[in-house]
């Protein structure tokens, strides 16, 4: 039985004026599945997520999740999205409870008061991610490692069955690194597919059943051991040979 498709690109090319960010990709992503996505600064990553979640459209080229366009998908709340810690405001004045109930909104129609229902899967989703002792605090007073998680959990709250989550492991120490790996490995057990965009190579095999190489183009894809290897490493990142070895010590950043 062929396992079923989260993510399917098609030929997607995307440009800033002169600047290719995406070049013809094509791709795939079995659903139920952790798959890194690794590349330089500048590679298209952060492309490929705006194009993934449709905050852009392609110029050329097409996106389905789950069989739905990315806006479709959205709206049918498939999609949670993990941002980096830069992209958000800790200085707002919300609880981590609030946060992860902003998942049910879609849930609650216009008036957006919380049923019996919504809080429910709020408490499940702190639960799941460790979070029920922290539903009152401030999301500004957490740390790296715990404000990841309260976007993880805001998703599974969503219902969200595909993951985004824009570098997890950047800032956190190694406490908070084991619980949010932990955390995926969960969520892909209960069906759910993750795309995980990470700078750090050594990690990816703790973490990911696939690996994906971007460098404007789909360099190559495929288990971790077989594709962080020094030749494609050497594509994908201008390492030479001997350095690639060490990379997968060290990361690349």
Excluded: C
Aim: net charge neutral; charged share 25%; proline share 4%.
């Amino acid at each position: 039985m062929t396992a079923e498709t989260a993510v399917e690109l098609d030929g997607v090319t995307v440009r800033y004026g002169d600047v290719l960010a995406l070049d013809a990709v094509t791709l795939r992503l079995a659903a139920g599945r952790v798959h890194a996505l690794l590349g330089t600064n500048g590679s298209g990553k952060s492309t490929l997520f705006k194009a993934v979640t449709g905050m852009l459209a392609p110029q050329r080229g097409s996106v389905l999740l789950y069989g739905h366009s990315p806006d479709a998908a959205r709206k049918r709340g498939l999609v949670g999205y993990v941002p980096q810690s830069e992209q958000v405001d800790w200085e707002f004045p919300v609880r981590v409870a609030d946060v992860v109930m902003m998942g049910r909104y879609g849930h609650m129609g216009f008036t957006r008061r919380p049923r019996a229902a919504d809080r429910a899967a709020v408490d499940a989703a702190l639960e799941r991610t460790g979070l029920t002792e922290l539903a009152g605090r401030q999301i500004g007073a957490l740390s790296g490692g715990q404000r990841k998680r309260v976007f993880v959990a805001r998703g599974i709250a969503q219902g969200a069955r595909l993951f985004l989550l824009d570098e997890p492991f950047a800032g956190v120490d190694k406490g908070s690194e084991a619980t949010i790996i932990e955390v995926l490995r969960a969520m892909r057990d209960d069906g759910h597919t993750l795309l995980v965009s990470t700078h750090d190579l050594a990690g990816v095999p703790a973490f990911s059943d696939d690996a994906v190489l971007l460098q404007h183009r789909v360099v190559a894809q495929g288990p971790p051991e077989e594709v962080l290897t020094p030749d494609l490493l050497l594509d994908a990142f201008g390492l030479r040979a001997g350095d690639a070895a060490g990379a997968r010590g060290e990361g690349v950043r």
